[in-house]
C-alpha cells in the first residue's frame, strides 16, 4: 500500500463488524463441541457493558418520553473473533 492510500473508515468498521460475526459464529461452535466445564465457561462466559438496565432511566422531554440503550457481550471468543478479523485486515489493500 502506497503512503498516500487509505482505508476508508467504513471498510475498517465493516471488516470489525464481519469480525464480530466471526465470534458469534466461533462462540456457538465451541458451545456446542465443548463439555460443560471450566474451558467451556472461560471461551463463553460474557460481560454486558452498556446502558439502559435500570427502570429509571427514561429520557422526558415531557411531550415525549422514552427508553434508550444499547449493550455489548464482550467474551474471549468475541476478542479473538475481532483480533482474527484485524489480522485479515492487513492483507485488504
Same mark, same amino acid.
Request: proline share 2%; net charge positive.
Given at each position: 500500500? +502506497?503512503? @498516500?492510500? +487509505?482505508?476508508?473508515? =467504513?471498510?475498517?468498521?465493516?471488516? *470489525?463488524?464481519?469480525?464480530?460475526? =466471526? !465470534?458469534?459464529?466461533?462462540?456457538? *461452535?465451541? #458451545? /456446542?463441541?465443548?463439555?460443560? !466445564?471450566?474451558?467451556?465457561?472461560?471461551?463463553?462466559?460474557?460481560?454486558?457493558?452498556? &446502558? #439502559? =438496565?435500570?427502570?429509571? @432511566? &427514561?429520557?422526558?422531554?415531557?411531550?415525549?418520553?422514552? +427508553?434508550? !440503550?444499547?449493550?455489548?457481550?464482550?467474551?474471549?471468543?468475541? $476478542?479473538? #473473533?475481532?483480533? $482474527? /478479523? &484485524?489480522?485479515? *485486515?492487513?492483507?485488504? +489493500?
Amino acid at each position: 500500500m +502506497k503512503v @498516500n492510500e +487509505k482505508r476508508s473508515s =467504513m471498510f475498517i468498521l465493516l471488516i *470489525l463488524f464481519i469480525g464480530i460475526i =466471526m !465470534g458469534s459464529i466461533l462462540s456457538q *461452535l465451541i #458451545g /456446542s463441541l465443548l463439555p460443560d !466445564g471450566v474451558v467451556r465457561d472461560f471461551f463463553l462466559t460474557s460481560h454486558s457493558i452498556g &446502558w #439502559g =438496565m435500570r427502570p429509571d @432511566n &427514561w429520557v422526558d422531554l415531557f411531550v415525549l418520553r422514552f +427508553k434508550s !440503550g444499547l449493550f455489548f457481550d464482550i467474551s474471549v471468543v468475541s $476478542i479473538l #473473533g475481532i483480533a $482474527i /478479523s &484485524w489480522y485479515f *485486515l492487513r492483507y485488504f +489493500k
